[in-house]
């Protein structure tokens, strides 16, 4: 039986918006800022159910679309590994507050698993075999490459996912139902980046160098990772890099050539700002993507208005 609209919408609200009571500045490794950070993503926990999701009926046109998006191994494939790496880390933290918190994350991440196994269920999507999902050996590393990469997909995620909305790609009854996952991303970004800085804060001094060289690689690795999956998207080939979200392939099927480039980081940049804001403004923010992008966009609206002031002249 589905629960109460009211219940679901307090919930909903709470997963939102939360304040930390305690007054003064949370500086990264200080016991307040562990307690909020840890206070935080407790209380904004979301009890949705995925087994009493009501799927809404699609007319055909929208059910080939969502057939024919190239996601659902990547994204079912994605969650699977992603909640036992965490799992895995989060065994490995000595502070229980933490430990808590990033396990709570890890059993989320099996929970949208469960929502896009119910999903392609619901509307008849085929899957390929799943492989076995492994615990990562270094469990440090499989966290950050973890972390990192729903920091860089979340953020254009929340962008497509807005312009799906807008277009009318998918129906607002499927954008209602799948909303508290994409809410519930943030809330994990907006974790991963608090563990960050207070992890830095809190290693002790000699392990900082090597920590920061690791995560130096994380970057690098990732870019590559997705220059690779990009390339093979283009090229068609049936590759693809399983351990990276769907934005890609997801931007390439939703956006169709239809939204200038420019429009879109606009839109994925005002979206990260709106999901972010309900949280206490003291806890930190990714902000790594959002600055590449901000000054990416600077430099596309110079070029336009060097363009604007000096038109290129027509062939005779």
């Known amino acids: 039986m589905p629960p109460d609209a009211a219940i679901v919408e307090a919930a909903d609200h709470s997963a939102r918006h939360w304040i930390y ?8 490794g200080t016991e307040a800022h562990k307690r909020a950070v840890c206070e935080m993503f407790q209380a904004t926990f979301n009890p949705y159910k995925p087994s009493i999701i009501d799927w809404p009926k699609l007319d ?4 080939a679309r969502l057939l024919g998006l190239p996601i659902w191994d990547i994204a079912v494939q994605t969650e699977g590994k992603a909640g036992l790496r965490m799992k895995t880390y989060a065994a490995t933290l000595a502070d229980p507050d933490m430990r808590a918190a990033l396990a709570l994350n890890a059993w989320e991440e099996g929970r949208h698993k ?5 999903l392609v269920a619901a509307y008849g999507i085929a899957l390929a075999p799943e492989p076995e999902y492994i615990a990562p050996r270094d469990a440090e590393w499989a966290y950050l490459v973890t972390g ?3 920091c860089i997909d979340s953020f254009f995620a929340f962008g497509l996912f807005a312009l799906a909305q807008r277009s009318g790609f998918f129906p607002q009854e499927l954008v209602d139902t799948f909303e508290p996952v994409m809410q519930e991303e943030c809330r994990h970004i907006l974790l991963f980046a608090n563990w960050l800085a207070w992890h830095r804060r809190t290693i002790r001094w000699w392990r900082r160098p090597w920590f920061e060289l690791r995560v130096a690689a994380v970057w690098v690795f990732l870019v590559w990772e997705r220059i690779r999956l990009a390339k093979g998207i283009d090229s068609g080939s049936d590759t693809t890099a399983q351990d990276n979200n769907f934005t890609f392939s997801g931007a390439q099927a939703v956006g169709d050539g239809g939204a200038d480039t420019a429009v879109l980081m606009g839109l994925c940049l005002a979206e990260n700002d709106r999901r972010f804001a309900g949280y ?6 990714p902000t790594t993507v959002p600055r590449v992008v901000r000054r990416a966009l600077r430099v596309m609206r110079l070029v336009e208005r060097v363009r604007a002031k000096f038109p290129s002249r027509r062939r005779q």
């Open 114 to 118: 469960e929502v896009l196994s119910h």
């Open 148 to 150: 990192f990469s729903e």
């Open 21 to 28: 009571l305690e007054q003064g500045p949370l500086r990264p």
């Open 280 to 285: 206490d403004a003291r806890l930190l923010r």
């Open 60 to 63: 055909t046109a929208a059910h």
